[in-house]
T-cell receptor, first 111, second 114 residues
Framework: NAGVTQTPKFQVLKTGQSMTLQCAQD?????MYWYRQDPGMGLRLIYY???????DKGEVPNGYNVSRLNKREFSLRLESAAPSQTSVYFC??????????FGPGTRLLVL | GDSVTQMEGPVTLSEEAFLTINCTYT??????LFWYVQYPGEGLQLLLK?????DKGSNKGFEATYRKETTSFHLEKGSVQVSDSAVYFC?????????????FGKGTLLTVNP
């Protein structure tokens, strides 16, 4: 039981490049989330998926797109990376919206 | 909307000292309250939770009591250890239709020196 896994662990991009962050969970959870963590800002919700086939914007969705590929997988795409997207990205899942499980994070540096 | 305010850090303590990290919240209805901990280089782990007023969450010697009258959920530990050094986040989920996400405070960095 791996919980929530994320790939890659670390990535460096140049401004304008694109990339997709992958997330998978093996707990059969309906809800999945993408957060970003910035110093002094806590964690802010980018997008979430309440169930397979649905996605909704969170607090800071600009510059991102998501895909709920199936019940297990929820990917985050940066179409044209900007330095302001330098951050640590966390994926999370929840089965009951009482307990959330977080992945280990992806550190992204945009030059 | 929902919000969480927690004390600014960093907090530096000596081993065996008493810890308090203050957390207050703004939310409608009856939110559920959480403390998450993030050890260096890792993701977030649930430390404790309380889902209704006057509940006390506890884990690993940490405690927090859900006080609706003061809208607070302060984290306490009687005797901290070096291994408790981490960032601590207070968080909530709203009640009813706003329970779809966790809303976090900004985090408090705790450093415990031997």
């Amino acid at each position: 039981n791996a919980g929530v896994t994320q790939t890659p662990k670390f990535q460096v991009l140049k401004t304008g490049q694109s990339m997709t962050l992958q997330c998978a969970q093996d707990m059969n959870h309906n809800s999945m989330y993408w957060y970003r963590q910035d110093p002094g800002m806590g964690l802010r919700l980018i997008y979430y998926s309440a169930s397979e086939g649905t996605t909704d914007k969170g607090e800071v969705p600009n510059g991102y797109n998501v895909s709920r590929l199936n019940k297990r997988e929820f990917s985050l795409r940066l179409e044209s990376a900007a330095p302001s997207q330098t951050s640590v990205y966390f994926c999370a899942s929840s089965g009951d919206r009482v307990v959330w499980y977080f992945g280990p994070g992806t550190r992204l540096l945009v030059l | 909307g929902d919000s969480v305010t927690q004390m600014e850090g960093p907090v530096t303590l000596s081993e065996e000292a008493f810890l308090t990290i203050n957390c207050t919240y703004t939310a409608t209805g009856y939110p559920s309250l959480f403390w998450y901990v993030q050890y260096p280089g890792e993701g977030l782990q649930l430390l404790l939770k309380a889902t209704k007023a006057d509940d006390k969450g506890s884990n690993k010697g940490f405690e927090a009591t859900y006080r609706k009258e003061t809208t607070s959920f302060h984290l306490e530990k009687g005797s901290v250890q070096v291994s408790d050094s981490a960032v601590y986040f207070c968080a909530l989920t709203g009640s009813g239709g706003s329970n779809y996400k966790l809303t976090f405070g900004k985090g408090t960095l705790l450093t415990v020196n031997p």
